[in-house]
């Protein structure tokens, strides 16, 4: 059957099998950022954000669990969709989206298996709420499953990205500082419990140690993108199945 599906703004006009999965449809036309998991809706891993119109906010949905006849008509995106005009390949084309830049500075790239649907969820979340609260930035990536960050820091780039889309950059967790001792407080008043014994008064200071001055230097000692970052938060073919030349003869 025909069908004509719109994917990141672009019209697709395909052949495809009456029961063919939105996901199957999707890796067939190159769109490898999708990625295949559980088959059963499980991981997340496929998601994509599908929606009515151009203008209208996407809604995520697993696409392992969508015929693609059902979405015959509707606009799709996938990770290739955001930020700069995407191209099949290895290295694609920045700009990249605040959020996928918000991961890639923030570290919470790890294996980047399932970094393209957190960056999705994360976009339909920020579409509908500019400025979340961490719990509904958990709740929003809570359906797509993270065996290697454990959530810290796709949370933390989540809020990163979205003050950057505000307009209001609010620092990383590593920039916060911790309040300094302050060693000029009163000491308290401390009674003798035993009339006419004398009142000693002490306190004990930390054990301050001054780290010698180090040579600057422009790598060691300083945090460093993971080399594959941009490419694993563009969904760029990354792993063995992913892996496939236009037009090859199987």
């Known amino acids: 059957m025909k069908l004509s599906l719109n994917v990141n703004g672009d019209p697709l006009e395909i052949e495809a099998k ?3 999965r939105l996901l199957d449809v999707l890796r067939r036309e190159g769109y490898f950022g999708v990625k295949h998991g559980c088959d059963d809706g499980t991981c997340g891993a496929c998601a994509v954000l599908i929606a009515p119109d151009a203008n209208s906010p996407g809604k995520v949905v ?3 669990m ?5 979405v015959e008509g ?3 995106t996938t990770i290739e969709g955001l930020g700069g005009v995407q191209q099949h390949g290895w290295k694609g084309t920045e ?7 918000a991961f890639v500075e923030t570290g919470a790239i790890q294996c980047g298996y399932c970094t393209p649907a957190q960056i999705l969820a994360a976009k339909a979340l920020l579409d509908r709420e500019p400025n979340p609260t961490e719990a509904q930035v958990r709740d929003a990536l809570a359906g797509v499953l993270c065996r290697c960050t454990g959530y810290v820091k796709p949370v933390e780039a989540v809020l990163e990205a979205a003050s950057i889309l505000r307009g209001d950059r609010r620092p990383l967790a590593g920039d916060l500082s911790l309040p300094a001792f302050d060693f000029q407080s009163p000491i308290p008043n401390i009674q003798s419990p035993n009339e006419g014994e004398p ?3 002490t306190r004990v200071l930390p054990k301050l140690v001054v780290t010698p001055a180090q040579t600057e230097t422009h790598i060691v000692g300083k945090p460093e993108v993971k080399v594959d970052a941009v490419k694993l938060a ?3 073919p990354a792993f063995t199945d ?5 037009g090859m003869l199987h």
């Open 74 to 76: 509707m606009f799709i």
């Open 18 to 20: 009456v029961n063919a």
């Open 199 to 201: 009142l000693i008064q």
């Open 66 to 70: 969508l015929l693609a006849a059902q």
């Open 234 to 236: 563009q969904g760029k």
């Open 95 to 101: 700009p990249l989206h605040a959020l996928q830049q």
């Open 242 to 246: 992913d892996i496939e030349l236009r």
């Open 62 to 64: 697993n696409s392992c």
